[in-house]
């Protein structure tokens, strides 16, 4: 299988007053279609790996590789217009924008690339809206919903325009143990019927044993990288 | 851009009490801007008005202060020097000594092309009683002399000249040119008359002519072409402007303040959106980041915001020019004189008004600029990392 994503000797150094290293030469590739979990305690430098993977933060030294493209000589043109086509993201906070419904959230993705809604788009947006079952709730201002629906409609809107890879940090961070279990069978559900490929992190180890592979960071290097 | 529009319309519309806060913030401003600009130029047009608008705007002399021999040619050169020239009239001004009854006073006796003057002294519409003067010996007086001397229609008068030469005329008419001196003054006769009275022979004192309405400030500008045109050393060409010196600089110092009245408002509008919007990009970072990790573009990002100060610049001028229209028609129908005239009539310069509200609406944007750039510059990371 061909890699999605791929970091080849990543390092990360924050210098600020003082000179702070959080990645360590990080090799790190991750196969289209694998549903990938990282975990790692605080501070151990996976929420800065998948920022890196995301593109949203740049690595010190090192190259990334997104869909077999070295993103190096980017211009933030380039890395916007990449983001949006071929990374879906899932926070541990959803982000919605409290100015729109649920639905129109969903299509902002489609939106920016393309600026008009087709009818096509419309019925993917209510196929994904009925996938993580919030049919009933779509036209509900993204503030009037509970956490749950709310990190449901930041899946369906990171599936929106059927990204190659959905970088999820802690997206059951902020839910009850019920939610948390469906916000993951969920994922895994998208995962194989859609083919997306995952990577998740989580604190929680009997949701990370659910992956096809678990990858821990300790200290800004990778630790455990266990395939299943 | 239409996402952009979108998305500035929704934060406009979820921030309703401080959109309506800038926009009614812009709207005083637009409107007192209307206002004082209408206010200052219905003053200074009913200035121009009283004091030009019924004398010649441009009038050509004899440098010598004799006469003019070939009037009707120099007046032809005149109007064909520059398109704005129009109502060409001849004038013969002699001062006399005028007897009615067992009183006397001193009188100029304007020998006026009647029916060319009409353009510049309206005298038609400003005869009271009577009618204009047709044949060689009538005149028209003001209404202030038939007040003096009480006088009647057909009643004749004496005329003396420097020359002493004596004519007769007969008062077929009075007028009221609305200044006391020029209705005690004046006595009004044909072209014709004066030149027999004064046995001047087919010659002039002066060319005198109007500029179009619009024109009336260029007057020295059009009095210099025609100087040009005419080619002529022993002829002066003198404009309204050179003779109201003191006018002027009442203007100019008016028109002044207006526009410092103007630009401070402009300002204040400026310094309001913009630390408004930049309020705006502090309270919206979170949509902006989410939105930047999903692929908006910088460029896009800074359109919100242009897009919102362009908003709220259209609404808030809209509003402005409505309100400032407003209050002028509100200052014209009720501050009235002791005679129940407004003070100043209601003006409405619609290019004046277009340049204020295309100035607002450019100020809106460009104040936004700032908050635009700060968006474009926000890092979609600080907001995920900090949350």
Redesign the interface.
Known sequence: MSSITELRKVNKIYENEIKNQVLYDVDLSLEAGSFNSIIGQSGSGKSTLLNIMGTLDRATSGDVLIDGRNIKKMSPVMLADLRNDTIGFVFQFHYLMPEFTAMENVLIPYRIKHGNITEEISRRADMLMRRVGLEEVKNNMSTKMSGGQQQRTAIARALINDPKIILADEPTGNLDSDSAEKIYSLLKEINQEYGTTFAVITHDRRIAEKADRIIEIKDGRINVDIVR | ???CM??AL??L??GRGQTFLIILGIAIGVSVQIFIGSLIQGLQKDLVDKTIGNSSQITVYSRDGGLIGDYRKTGETAEASDADVRSVSFALDNTSFMEYGGDSQSLLIRGLSLERAEGIYHLGSRMKEGSLPAGDDEIILGTDLKKEYGMNLGDKVKITTTGRKTAYCKVTGFFDLDVSSLNTGWGITTLRAAQKIFGTGDKVTSVEMHVKNDSVFQADTIAGKIKKALDRSDLKVVSWKSQNRSLLSGLQGQSISSYMIQIFVIISVILGIASVLAITVIQKS??I????????????ARGIFLLEGLILGALGTAAGICLGLGFSFAFSAFVLDSEGNPVIAFYINVPFILISGAAAVTASVLAALFPALRSSRLD??DI??N?
């Not at chain 2, 980041?289 to 896009?300: D, T, V």
């Open positions: 851009m239409r996402l979108h998305i929704r934060f519309k979820s979170r949509q980041g989410i939105l930047k990790a999903m692929g908006l573009r910088n460029s896009s979609p990371i995920i990392r949350n």
